[in-house]
C-alpha cells in the first residue's frame, strides 16, 4: 500500500499526471494554479484557440462519488468567477471560446488512474 501522502503533495502530484495528460494531448498549457480572490484555477490551458478551465479532482476510492461529482454548483460558481478573473488579467484571451473541463483521478496519487471529462460544465451550470 502507497504511502499516505499529505494533502498538499498529494495534490502536486496528481495535478502533474493531469498536466501531462493534456499535453500529451496536444493542449498548450497558460496556467498552472492561477489564484485568484475568488478562487483558484488549477490547469488552464489552450485547445486550439479555445482556452480550457481545467478542475483537477482526486478521490482516494471512487467508489464513493468521482471527483465530477464533488464539483457542486458552488465549485462551478468559484471556478466561474476564477476564469473571469483570469479573463480580466489576459485582455487579449477575452473573446476566445471557453470550456470547462474536470480531470477525475483516484487510486496511487504518483501514478493516479485519469479520466478527462470534456466541457464538463457550462456556465449556465452554474
Same mark, same amino acid.
Given at each position: ?29 497558460? !496556467?498552472?494554479? !492561477?489564484? @485568484? ?12 484557440? *479555445? ?16 471527483? *465530477? ?19 480580466? !488579467? ?20 504518483? *501514478? ?7 466541457? *464538463? @460544465? ?5
Amino acid at each position: 500500500m502507497p504511502p499516505i501522502l499529505d494533502r498538499r503533495t498529494r495534490g502536486a502530484r496528481v495535478e502533474a499526471a493531469a498536466r501531462t495528460l493534456l499535453l500529451r494531448a496536444g493542449l498548450r498549457e497558460l !496556467a498552472l494554479n !492561477a489564484h @485568484f480572490r475568488l478562487g483558484e484555477l488549477d490547469l488552464v490551458m489552450r485547445d486550439g484557440d *479555445a482556452l480550457v478551465f481545467v478542475e483537477v479532482r482526486y478521490r482516494r476510492d471512487p467508489r464513493f462519488g468521482g471527483g *465530477a461529482a464533488s464539483v457542486d454548483a458552488r465549485k462551478r460558481r468559484r471556478i466561474a468567477a476564477a476564469a473571469q478573473a483570469f479573463l480580466l !488579467a489576459h485582455p487579449a484571451w477575452t473573446d476566445a471560446p471557453c470550456r470547462f473541463d474536470v480531470i477525475e483521478a483516484d487510486g496511487d496519487p504518483a *501514478a493516479p488512474r485519469l479520466h478527462w471529462l470534456k466541457d *464538463a @460544465f457550462r456556465l449556465d451550470d452554474c
